[in-house]
T-cell receptor, first 111, second 116 residues
Framework: DADVTQTPRNRITKTGKRIMLECSQT?????MYWYRQDPGLGLRLIYY???????NKGEISDGYSVSRQAQAKFSLSLESAIPNQTALYFC??????????FGPGTRLTVL | AQKVTQAQTEISVVEKEDVTLDCVYE???????LFWYKQPPSGELVFLIR??????QNEISGRYSWNFQKSTSSFNFTITASQVVDSAVYFC?????????????FGQGTILTVHP
């Protein structure tokens, strides 16, 4: 596996607050992704990065920003959280052979 | 554009029954990859299988089997002799090899409940 870790695992915050979700991987893979999961909608891509200098928007990037601080770290920020950003967030990285390996997820609640 | 449809929102079976989860996909790419992931109640996503578009061989792994048919754009997943521990949400996903990035397109998921 890719040893993907996410912090925090659970977070409750209030509307308007800025929060950061962090993701790290230990295998030195270049590609990293952030997805959100909502009930009945599967997972949808927020942002992705192919290396430290290459960051791209996914299908639902509005209200989010990311930072690729190093090859191993890819952080997702909500500048001003709103209740409809309540979701389960997953970080992922690519393994050889096109398989994406997911971190354990961060459950975010915005009150 | 890629699309994955899992028409079965929820399935409920009794232990030891066989169950098939359907997955239909759409893509214009000739090279693509199909996946199944399992999400148990604990929430993590567990990779189950990957299939390449050029390899239509079906696969069996213990009680799990997968039927890939390009002619019908389907990649169905069967659990034989289901167990309570199989209760989870199952996602089918598509990754097109010709796209500019490695985005996975997920289906909506099928909630499988196996009753004792």
């Amino acid at each position: 596996d890719a040893d993907v870790t996410q912090t925090p695992r659970n977070r409750i915050t209030k509307t308007g607050k800025r929060i950061m979700l962090e993701c790290s991987q230990t295998k030195g893979h270049d590609r990293m992704y952030w997805y959100r999961q909502d009930p009945g909608l599967g997972l949808r891509l927020i942002y992705y990065s192919f290396d430290v200098k290459d960051i791209n928007k996914g299908e639902i990037s509005d209200g989010y920003s990311v930072s690729r601080q190093a090859q191993a770290k890819f952080s997702l920020s909500l500048e001003s959280a709103i209740p409809n950003q309540t979701a389960l967030y997953f970080c992922a990285t690519d393994l050889p052979g096109h398989t994406q390996y997911f971190g354990p997820g961060t459950r975010l609640t915005v009150l | 554009a890629q699309k994955v449809t899992q028409a079965q929102t929820e399935i409920s079976v009794v232990e030891k029954e066989d169950v098939t989860l359907d997955c239909v996909y759409e893509t214009r790419d000739t090279t693509y990859y199909l996946f199944w992931y399992k999400q148990p109640p604990s929430g993590e996503l567990v990779f189950l299988i990957r299939r390449n578009s050029f390899d239509e061989q079906n696969e069996i792994s213990g009680r799990y089997s997968w039927n890939f048919q390009k002619s019908t754009s389907s990649f169905n997943f069967t659990i034989t002799a289901s167990q309570v521990v199989d209760s989870a949400v199952y996602f089918c996903a598509l990754r097109a090899g010709g796209t500019s990035y490695g985005k996975l397109t997920f289906g909506q998921g099928t909630i499988l409940t196996v009753h004792p």
